[in-house]
T-cell receptor, first 111, second 114 residues
Framework: RKEVEQDPGPFNVPEGATVAFNCTYS??????FFWYRQDCRKEPKLLMS???SGNEDGRFTAQLNRASQYISLLIRDSKLSDSATYLC????????????FGAGTRLAVHP | NAGVMQNPRHLVRRRGQEARLRCSPM?????VYWYRQLPEEGLKFMVY????????ESGMPKERFSAEFPKEGPSILRIQQVVRGDSAAYFC????????????FGAGSRLTVL
């Protein structure tokens, strides 16, 4: 079983739609969580950190449920520029932060 | 701030040759991580280094792969006797502190083995 599992998609949505991505993790040692965004053939870039209390950054909302080992990302009012692969990431802290990446969920926003 | 610099961006090797990938961390960063991304897959941790020390190499294949981060100069990921399965994007990331939550990634080096 993969340590971080995501639905690979693709999610094809029209502009303006709301889309939600889910992710589960199996390693209870994971202490910090993130969503990264990766454009085609580019490096991953941090989108946002994920907290148990939930956090929002503009159109993006992330949520962590430690009991269920479940992480979510909600994107409201999708833009064409949101088209990318979204990577769910768990960090295992043990003196340093070792990031474990999911395989990613692909989002395609169309006009 | 030039960010994390990786070179070469693209490298083509024939089976059996050696590949050397270089990574210069962001200014002020002394912690370097290497990740590998196979086509249509997520990034897989390979190795974590500090200056002159390998801290965690649990993700490195047992043979043919090695990494270093010397006192002076970039970090080097070396792959000897490459095989087709080594074809991938190799990303380097750096952080200023060992416990830093955020890693800054370089643009990656794409290795193609013919």
């Amino acid at each position: 079983r993969k340590e971080v599992e995501q639905d690979p998609g693709p999610f094809n949505v029209p502009e303006g739609a709301t889309v939600a991505f889910n992710c589960t993790y199996s390693n209870s040692a994971s202490q910090s969580f993130f969503w990264y965004r990766q454009d085609c053939r580019k490096e991953p870039k941090l989108l946002m950190s994920v907290y148990s209390s939930g956090n929002e950054d503009g159109r993006f909302t992330a949520q962590l449920n430690r009991a269920s080992q479940y992480i979510s990302l909600l994107i409201r009012d999708s833009k064409l520029s949101d088209s990318a692969t979204y990577l769910c990431v768990g960090g295992i802290s043990g003196g340093y932060n070792k990031l474990i990446f999911g395989a990613g969920t692909r989002l395609a926003v169309h006009p | 701030n030039a960010g994390v610099m990786q070179n070469p961006r693209h490298l083509v090797r024939r089976r059996g040759q050696e590949a050397r990938l270089r990574c210069s961390p962001m200014k002020g960063h002394s912690h370097v991580y290497w990740y590998r991304q196979l086509p249509e897959e997520g990034l897989k941790f390979m190795v974590y280094l500090q200056k002159e020390n390998i801290i965690d190499e649990s993700g490195m294949p047992k043979e043919r792969f090695s990494a270093e981060f010397p006192k002076e100069g970039p970090s080097i990921l070396r792959i000897q006797q490459v095989v087709r399965g080594d074809s991938a994007a190799y990303f380097c990331a750096s952080s200023p502190l060992s416990g830093a939550n955020v890693l800054t990634f370089g643009a990656g080096s794409r290795l193609t083995v013919l």
